[in-house]
């Protein structure tokens, strides 16, 4: 009778080996750490193209201006007027350069000095963008504005939290 209670007997069978699912709790942990990690660079890309938006609306609307002018639409003195409106817009509403509105003259021009990081405001083209686009026999190299103001418009960048420059 034992003899056929070991027949009935199986053979000894190995337990499966542990599947991968579900995870350790500690995959669990990290998984939601990267997953932190990822919204958060998510949304600091997202601020940042936002604080972008007005410089890249500025320099497409400077070029639209600077066709208009060289193909006749707009007079020397409404591009100069234009193109000083739409960088104290940038910097006033686009930046937060409290500082622009009330600028003017040389001042003005020394403002855009400081964001330009050259001269070429208060002592080279640029100068066309002060008190001498209000002078009656406006005469200026505006390609040379073009390039000053082109120049400036590529070197501005979002200020940093808490500050003007």
Known sequence: MA???LQQLRDIHLPDAPGV?????????LAL??????????????????????????????D???RRHR???????????QSNEL??????????????????????LALLDRHADEPAFTSGAGSALGDARFRPDVDTDTAAVHEVVSR???RIRP???GGAR
Do not use: C, M, N
């Open 3 to 5: 003899a056929e209670v």
């Open 21 to 29: 699912w579900p995870p350790a709790p500690g995959w669990w942990v």
């Open 33 to 62: 750490l990267l997953l932190g990690a990822l919204i958060w660079l998510a949304a600091r890309l997202v601020v940042a193209q936002r604080k972008r938006r007005p410089i890249r609306r500025a320099r497409h609307l400077y």
């Open 64 to 66: 639209e201006l600077y």
């Open 71 to 81: 193909s006749g639409e707009v007079s020397t003195r409404d591009y100069l007027h």
């Open 87 to 108: 960088i104290k817009r940038l910097l006033i509403h686009g930046l937060g350069e409290d500082g622009a509105r009330r600028a003017h003259g040389r001042e003005w």
């Open 152 to 154: 400036l418009l590529a």
């Open 159 to 161: 200020q940093p939290r």
